[in-house]
């Protein structure tokens, strides 16, 4: 046995004959890992699915190229060496783990599959190597949870199961396509350790495929840079961050979020109060079923000055979504709503159409925010056509122009359809779309978590020349606390929907009060303090 | 108007499904030569000529008179007496290419009716001597029509019902969706049955009769189309915008909803027109005389001794249903978004 377990040379991939990647070569040695690293339709997981032979053939060929695992050529190898291959000397771990688990089968089963098929182990036998490969990825109470089905697991329990299916026959490359972009910070920072941790256990190879730069400095040994198919650079991770030779490169490591937020005016006034605003789901609706209320958000209040960007901060789950939607009155809640002097709680539908002139919302997925089956120009001048109904065909035409060149797109886009259209510039409609009305208060709901870095930080800017123009108060909700940073003004730290800490932003990034802000600050700027966080969290 | 990438794609799924685009051809060329039977099949000449005079008998009615008869009723042009009196003023009449129409009876075959498949009679008469061949022209437009206007009706009444109540959910919806099902468990044949024995239907009250049930056939997909993108976030955009429900229904739900309702049409219309042959077997259907495809093979099943009759019948209803079929399959392959390999994105 070599050391060297993968060898890529000269690797192109083609769709419908128009190529994606582009004579790629590299290796991996047994015991390192290397990152993949490119902004979105850079070609890197098309790359990483090739080596295991999973793309879709024919539609994707390879002109060029040959991929040598660990001595056994993939590319045009017959169907019975891949099977032997696949899972067993390389295995791969998705990014989304609710979908690669099979929701109908228990953990004990998915996991007892890989073991059966390629070790053919006996029923006893693959129970007992199932639950120590349970408890190896940290998997806590792993007897009690064999018989558990994936809905009953977290987003990071189902990420370890992930890992322990994938290790199960202890494969000599691990193949992680994003694996902890579905994943709150704090599990990122858990899941990373424990992979690092297991790496140097099995003496196994990594190739992890990512977009997050703060990770691929944590745990890689090399990275290659990829862009448009192409590896433009690769180098020793240390080096690479010290000292990237490819513009390329730069720009990537240049394209973090930055700037401070817009300073609100001395004597501006309260635009938006909320008093003890709560938010309360039943589950188990029904004549006979026991009611449980899950409480989303709990007497949360909250003020929001002309002009200032509140920062709502918290992982999935902990309420900001729902918050931000009860304040625009898109879900019912409970408590006190006073926008600009009036209390919008107790309006009915017709009584509150002047206030959705002043109000509006940014949502995270830029794909699911804009109709398909709507040209650009329908989807912006909607607001206007409820609002200024007065207006003409021309003075339409010249707002959608407006508001198209406000968000930096062309006016000569406007009578495409969104898919036309990538991640960003959708999110710059989206947010056309939104300002068209010249509204004071917008809810930015992760309105750069789907983009990639270097949109985010485009992003970020345009928002908050935007607010300094228009006089914008945003209330901002995002996990990400690089993007936060550079846009809040105030912040406001929720958890299973109440607020555990509010105040000046810079202040508590400075001097976080609790042990939850503490730990999202560390995820988002430095890992080596949440493996300390992480070991406490993990107990609870 | 522009077509969207969508519908090019769509329309070029659809032309790659060679036997559901041919089968539209087909379809289409016999429905328009089907809207047009009275050029067909009549018993009325096409042009006539009288004393030097053109006279166009299928679109107007002349009496007898005219032609130096004695009797003021329309001329029956097929009698031989009237045809001499044309003839004898070296007037002549131009024909369809069959000269008679559903209702004509034929007294001059010279054979007991039903008579068997002549040059007179291409695919023989029925046991009252009208022209089996008329009969089918007619029928196939009387019986496409009528499919055609049920399966609008009921498009639009389910349509409108699965929009309500996946739209607006809850209680509306729990509700609706037990009175469809309490509805949609009645007894529909005999139900139509009992109500078509009240009273004779016309063409109008039968439509009427059959949309009471027919209607529930797209409601669940709708509504299920509805309890999906109704909580989109463009959906949600536009309630942020302020916009109503109904234009949120109309701009952003319904055109969701539109894909799986055309893909249900084609098989719909089938089933209205399978409903109406059946009825029209079984007697409860159309007025007696109608030209109707359902009591020609009654008339076959009476008269097994006369093949022709319920031959002609089942070869009629098997091509009409065959090319609905196929063009349906190719509308679904066109609606098909997985269908699409060529034009999606490489990851």
């Known amino acids: 046995m070599s050391d060297r377990i993968l060898e890529i040379k000269n690797l192109s991939v083609a769709f419908h004959g128009s190529t994606v990647v582009r004579e790629v070569d590299f290796h991996i040695d047994r015991g390192e890992t290397l990152a993949l690293v490119g902004e979105s339709g850079s070609g890197k997981s098309v790359t990483a699915l090739s080596i295991p032979q999973l793309l879709p053939y024919p539609q994707a060929s390879h002109p060029s190229g040959s991929i040598l695992l660990d001595g056994i050529e993939m590319i ?15 295995s791969m771990i998705f990014q989304e783990p609710m979908t690669s688990l099979n929701p109908l089968h228990t953990i004990e089963r998915q996991v007892g599959e890989v073991l059966f098929v390629h070790q053919r182990l006996g029923g006893n036998a693959v129970r007992k190597r199932t639950l120590e490969l349970l408890e190896m990825v940290g998997l806590q109470r792993a007897s009690e949870r064999l018989t558990a089905f994936p809905h009953e697991l977290s987003g990071g329990q189902r990420q370890r199961v992930m890992i322990a299916m994938a290790l199960a026959n202890e494969p000599d490359l691990l193949i992680a396509d994003e694996p902890t972009t579905a994943l709150d910070v704090i599990i990122q920072a858990q899941i990373l350790t424990l992979l690092k941790d297991l790496q140097s256990r099995m003496n196994m190879a990594l190739l992890l495929i990512t977009h997050d730069l703060v990770m691929v400095r944590r745990i890689a040994d090399r990275v290659c840079v990829m862009n448009q198919g192409c590896i433009v650079e690769t180098a020793i991770t240390k080096t690479l961050f010290s000292a990237p030779t490819h513009v390329y490169t730069r720009t990537l490591l240049n394209a973090q979020p930055k700037g401070n937020p817009v300073r609100i005016k001395g004597d501006s006034k309260p635009l938006m109060q909320a008093d003890k605003v709560s938010v309360y789901f039943q589950l188990g609706s029904g004549f006979l079923a026991r009611k449980r209320v899950l409480k989303a958000v709990d007497e949360v209040s909250m003020t929001i000055q002309t002009g200032q960007t509140v920062g709502v901060v918290g992982e999935s789950g902990s309420g900001k979504t729902t918050l931000g939607m009860a304040l625009l009155r898109l879900i019912r809640s409970k408590g006190k709503i006073v926008f600009d002097g009036v209390d919008i709680q107790g309006l009915n539908n017709k009584s509150l159409k002047p206030y959705r002139h002043d109000m509006q919302i940014v949502f995270q997925d830029p794909y699911g925010a804009l109709s398909p089956r709507r040209s650009v120009r329908q989807i912006i001048e909607q607001g206007l056509r409820v609002h200024e109904p007065h207006l003409g065909d021309d003075e339409l035409a010249t707002r ?21 259209f990538s991640g960003g510039q959708r999110q710059r409609i989206a947010i056309a779309r939104a300002i068209i009305l010249r509204p004071r208060f917008i809810v930015l709901d992760e309105p750069t978590s789907a983009l990639d870095m270097s949109v985010q930080a485009q992003v970020v800017d345009l928002l908050r020349d935007l607010q300094a123009r228009y006089q914008l108060s945003y209330l901002f909700i995002s996990h990400d606390l690089k993007v936060v940073r550079a846009l809040a003004d105030e912040l406001v730290v929720m958890k299973d929907g109440i607020i555990i800490e509010q105040g000046r932003a810079s202040d508590i990034f400075e001097r976080p009060a609790t042990e939850y802000t503490r730990a999202l600050i560390a995820a988002a700027f430095d890992l080596e303090v949440v493996n300390k966080t992480s070991a406490n969290d993990g107990k609870n | 108007m522009t077509l969207t990438p969508l519908t090019r794609r769509r329309l070029a799924n659809f032309r790659a499904n060679k036997r559901g685009y041919w089968s539209l051809k087909i379809f289409l060329v016999l429905l328009v030569l089907s809207l047009f039977a009275e050029f067909i099949a009549n018993d009325k000449p096409l042009l006539l000529s009288f004393k030097g005079e053109l006279y166009i008998p299928v679109l107007v009615s002349y009496p007898e008179t005219t032609f130096g008869g004695v009797l003021y009723s329309e001329a029956d042009y097929s009698e031989p007496a009237v045809r001499e009196l044309i003839e004898s003023e070296r007037g002549w009449m131009l024909w369809p290419p069959i000269p008679f129409s559903y209702y004509t009876i034929d007294r001059y075959t010279g054979e007991p009716a039903p008579a068997a498949p002549s040059s007179r009679h291409w695919l023989g008469t029925d046991d009252v001597a009208r022209d089996v061949l008329a009969r089918i022209i007619y029928g196939f437009r009387l019986s496409v029509l009528f499919g055609i206007a049920l399966t609008l009706f ?94 949120i229904i109309r701009q952003d739900v319904l055109p969701n909803a539109m894909v799986a309702t055309l893909t249900f049409l084609p098989f719909i219309l089938t089933g209205s027109i399978t409903t109406l042959t059946s009825l029209d077997f079984l007697g409860f259907g159309l007025p007696a005389g109608s030209p109707s495809l359902g009591e020609l093979l009654a008339q076959g099943k009476a008269n097994l001794h006369a093949p022709w009759l319920g031959l002609s019948g089942f070869f009629a209803l098997l091509i009409m249903l065959t090319l609905l079929i196929f063009i349906g399959e190719a509308v679904r392959d066109a609606f098909d978004s997985r269908r699409s390999v060529t034009s999606m994105d490489a990851f």
Do not use: C
Request: no cysteine; proline share 2%; charged share 20%.
């Open chain 2, 154 to 247: 009921s498009s639009l009444i389910g349509v409108t019902v699965g929009a309500v109540q996946g739209f607006f959910g809850g209680w509306v919806d729990l509700i609706g969706q037990r009175l469809v099902e309490i509805w949609a468990g009645m007894p529909v044949l005999f139900l139509l049955i009992i109500l078509a024995s009240l009273a004779q239907p016309n063409v109008f009250t039968l439509l009427g009769l059959l949309l009471l049930f027919s209607w529930m056939s797209l409601v669940g997909v709708v509504r299920a189309e509805f309890l999906r993108t109704r909580n989109f976030e463009y959906v949600l955009a536009s309630r942020a915008l302020g916009v109503s429900s109904f234009d």
């Open chain 1, 400 to 420: 959608v122009d407006g508001a198209l060149e406000d968000v930096g797109l062309d006016s000569t886009d406007k009578d495409r359809y969104p898919h036309e």
């Open chain 1, 76 to 90: 045009s190898a017959s169907k019975a060496t891949l099977l032997k291959m696949r899972g067993n000397r390389v």
